[in-house]
T-cell receptor
Framework: SQTIHQWPATLVQPVGSPLSLECTVE??????LYWYRQAAGRGLQLLFYSVGIGQISSEVPQNLSASRPQDRQFILSSKKLLLSDSGFYLC??????????????FGEGSRLTVL | AQTVTQSQPEMSVQEAETVTLSCTYD???????LFWYKQPPSRQMILVIRQEAYKQQNATENRFSVNFQKAAKSFSLKISDSQLGDTAMYFCAFMNPGNQFYFGTGTSLTVIP
C-alpha cells in the first residue's frame, strides 16, 4: 500500500534562518506531488506542484522554493525565513498513472513557527 | 487558478440532525473533479466524498451526500444523522484536468451532543 511521510512534524526557527521540509512517498511510482500551506482562516494554499523529477510549478511567488531530486521525494526550502512563513505545511500526492482516480493523499503535516 | 469559495466559516448541528455545508467554485473547464475533505483535530486530511463533473448523479457515501449543480457551479455537502466524530474542519476542493487541486477556506463544523 502507498504511504507518505513528512518531517519534521514541528519546527521552530528564527527569522532569517534556512528551512528544509522533506516528504517521501512509498508504494507508488511517478506520483504527482504537492506542497500546501494552511494558515488560519485561509484554507489550503497550493504552493508547488510537480509531475516529475526536476519539474516544479510554482503557484504563488514567495520566499519558498521546492525541489524533486528523486521520483518520490519532494523538498520545500527557504534560504531566509520570514515571520509570514509560519504555518502548517502539508505534502500530498496523487496518482499520475490513473488521473481519473483524482484523490489526494496527505502527509501528517509540519508545523513551522518563525520567531 | 481556479477559485473555491466556502461562505460558512463556522457551523454547528445537534447530534443526529442534518447539516448542509456550502461550496461554490469558478472554472472555465468542463471536465474536473470536486471533493470534500475532512480535517479533524488530529489534522490528518481525510477524503469524505468525490464527484466527477461529467456525472449528473450526485455522489453519496453512507451518511454523506452532495448536491452538485454544474451550471450554478455549486457543490454542497449534506451530512445526515450527524455524529460527534463528524466535528472537524471541512474543505471543498476542485481538481482541474492538470491534476492541480484547489481548496476553499474551510468550514468548521461542531456537532453538539
Amino acid at each position: 500500500s502507498q504511504t507518505i511521510h513528512q518531517w519534521p512534524a514541528t519546527l521552530v526557527q528564527p527569522v532569517g534562518s534556512p528551512l528544509s521540509l522533506e516528504c517521501t512517498v512509498e508504494g507508488t511510482s511517478n506520483p504527482n506531488l504537492y506542497w500546501y500551506r494552511q494558515a488560519a482562516g485561509r484554507g489550503l494554499q497550493l504552493l508547488f506542484y510537480s509531475v516529475g523529477i526536476g519539474q516544479i510549478s510554482s503557484e504563488v511567488p514567495q520566499n519558498l522554493s521546492a525541489s524533486r531530486p528523486q521520483d518520490r521525494q519532494f523538498i520545500l526550502s527557504s534560504k531566509k525565513l520570514l515571520l509570514s512563513d509560519s504555518g502548517f505545511y502539508l505534502c500530498a500526492w496523487s496518482a499520475a498513472d490513473n488521473p481519473n482516480a483524482g484523490e489526494l493523499f496527505f502527509g501528517e503535516g509540519s508545523r513551522l513557527t518563525v520567531l | 487558478a481556479q477559485t473555491v469559495t466556502q461562505s460558512q466559516p463556522e457551523m454547528s448541528v445537534q447530534e443526529a440532525e442534518t447539516v448542509t455545508l456550502s461550496c461554490t467554485y469558478d472554472t472555465s473547464e468542463n471536465n474536473y473533479y470536486l471533493f470534500w475533505y475532512k480535517q479533524p483535530p488530529s489534522r490528518q486530511m481525510i477524503l469524505v466524498i468525490r464527484q466527477e463533473a461529467y456525472k449528473q448523479q450526485n455522489a453519496t457515501e453512507n451518511r454523506f451526500s452532495v448536491n452538485f449543480q454544474k451550471a450554478a457551479k455549486s457543490f454542497s455537502l449534506k451530512i445526515s444523522d450527524s455524529q460527534l466524530g463528524d466535528t472537524a474542519m471541512y474543505f471543498c476542493a476542485f481538481m482541474n484536468p492538470g491534476n492541480q487541486f484547489y481548496f476553499g477556506t474551510g468550514t468548521s463544523l461542531t456537532v453538539i451532543p
